[in-house]
């Protein structure tokens, strides 16, 4: 294994028993994860167990606890993740952000005898101030333990470098022009702006100079950014993902709710559709794939193939019933938005829980089947 963090290389002789992210700009910390899971999962060193905790529900005591239980009872590596809820208001602290004596306590003595074989990301999303008290309180931890980040905006110059590295990573050059067209689309959203790079690099597939043309080739048959990214998380399943794109198309870019309910209901209906043709029996897979998404080419290369599969495989794991289900409660968020005054992220956030429990659920039963 060897990922980085900044510039810091990180292996498994020096991984660090805690890292600890703050600030507005959640990605390094998501992406951190994910490289971790990726990197110990393909990793010899035995089985990898995770595990997340959220704030809102679990206490410091039952992390803590989970996490000295685990080191005794588990075999392999474990990553235990731990999320402090979205601010309400973002420069006003959340009361998980308050530790108590006691929770101070608890972090204190752990990271001085942590599990060799666990590792802690704890994330505190928000415009959170150095000198605040709880970052005052997360310096104090042992550095030889813990590795605290600060998560800031990149902006400016600094901003293009992160575009061009992310680009050299993958082995490739990237002009002027293209990492200009790539900020006028995705500003300082790293998030948005690693999913444009990865679009882009799937179409150029061998070729190792990125022009500009390449950009527009990618992003002119995205329809808008909503249709893209909500979809792209749906597919996936990801609870968490889902919930960090509505909150950012709510909050940084100012979509009305009813076209947030308008891109889900034609996630559904697509998946529909898919079903309908595959019952009739009278159109082949890439017909109806051509009718779905026809804005995605066959010559596109692994992202046609990779949408193919997508398409396909959420087809064959949301049940009849369930895709009845998600359509007409759609329906009643759609009625109440325009009808109530219930506020709309209780609703959505309630409806792609319930999304993505069923389609996890589904997914191991499917594919054990098949």
């Not at 994910?34 to 167990?49: K, R």
């Not at 410091?60 to 990553?79: C, E, P, Q, Y």
């Not at 600060?150 to 022009?177: C, H, N, Q």
């Not at 043709?277 to 897979?285: D, F, I, P, T």
Request: aromatic share 12%; hydrophobic share 40%; charged share 30%.
């Amino acid at each position: 294994m060897a990922l980085f963090l900044g510039k810091k290389r990180i292996t498994p002789e020096n991984i660090a028993s805690g890292y600890i992210f703050y600030g507005e700009e959640t990605y390094p910390a998501s992406s951190f994860i994910d490289n971790l899971v990726t990197d110990f999962g393909s990793s010899e060193e035995g089985a990898l167990h995770f595990e997340k905790f959220d704030l809102k529900t679990h206490p410091w005591k039952d992390i803590i606890d989970a996490a000295r239980t685990m080191s005794l009872f588990s075999d392999g590596f474990r990553i235990i993740v731990v999320e402090s809820p979205l601010r309400k208001k973002t420069n006003k602290p959340s009361s998980y952000e308050d530790l108590s004596s006691q929770d101070e306590e608890l972090l204190k003595d752990y990271f001085s005898a942590p599990s060799p074989t666990t590792v802690i990301v704890i994330i505190f999303q928000g415009k959170i101030i150095k000198y605040s008290p709880l970052v005052k309180f997360l310096s104090s931890l042992p550095s030889s333990s813990v590795v605290l980040n600060e998560m800031k905006p990149i902006k400016g110059y600094k901003l293009s470098e992160w575009i061009i590295s992310r680009f050299k990573r993958e082995g490739k050059t990237v002009a002027d022009d293209a990492v200009s067209r790539l900020m006028e689309l995705a500003g300082n959203d790293l998030r948005r702006l690693d999913n444009e790079i990865t679009k882009v690099i799937t179409l150029v597939d061998n070729k190792k100079q990125v022009e500009l043309d390449d950009v527009e080739q990618v992003t002119g048959w995205v329809k808008s950014f909503v249709e893209w990214e909500l979809t792209n998380k749906l597919e996936k399943g990801d609870y968490r993902e889902c919930l960090i794109v509505v909150e950012k198309l709510l909050e940084k870019e100012g979509v009305p709710p009813v076209r947030i309910v308008d891109s889900l209901a034609r996630f559904f209906r697509d998946i529909l559709l898919v079903k309908l043709r595959l019952k009739e029996g009278k159109k082949s897979k890439k017909d109806i794939f051509k009718e779905i998404k026809p804005q995605i080419k066959e010559n596109y290369g692994r992202l046609y193939d990779n949408q193919f599969k997508q398409l396909f495989f959420i087809a064959g794991t949301i049940s009849d019933k369930n895709l009845e289900y998600f359509l007409t409660k759609i329906r009643d968020i759609d009625m109440k938005l325009k009808s109530t005054s219930l506020p709309f992220k209780a609703m959505i956030e309630g409806f792609l829980f319930q999304y993505c429990f069923l389609r996890k659920k589904q997914e191991i039963t499917w594919e054990r089947q098949d």
